[in-house]
């Protein structure tokens, strides 16, 4: 099972950007799919979730403002990130919810950074 995670980089406060996730090892379109960010000297936390059935949840603090989504057709994870935050600088991750838990295997990473 392989995920690679894309699409970082530098934003403005109030900016946009969208991450992607590569995944492939599986059969994606079957299971849940995650964002998951680590900012310095703060745990990691679940961002956003998407199941099979399209069923979506996100963090407090990225309600409104992060949408996630997935294209079963090309194996790829989004996360569409809109009026972001300093806050939300952090390393960003996928992750896969086998049904019993989290894969919990991180890979780099994709790092975002918000500033002015």
């Known amino acids: 099972v392989q995920l690679q995670a894309f699409g970082g980089g530098l934003v403005q406060p109030g900016g946009s950007l969208r991450l992607s996730c590569a995944v492939s090892g599986i059969i994606f379109s079957a299971y849940t799919m995650g964002w998951f960010r680590q900012a310095p000297g703060k745990p990691r936390e679940l961002v956003a979730d998407i199941t099979s059935g399209l069923s979506t949840n996100y963090a407090d603090s990225v309600k409104g403002r992060f949408t996630i989504s997935r294209d079963n057709g090309k194996n790829t994870l989004y996360l569409q990130m809109n009026s972001l935050k300093p806050d939300d600088t952090a390393v960003y991750y996928c992750?896969?919810?086998w049904g019993w838990g989290w894969r919990s295997s991180w890979g780099q990473g994709t790092q975002l950074t918000v500033s002015s």
């Open positions: 992750d896969i919810n």
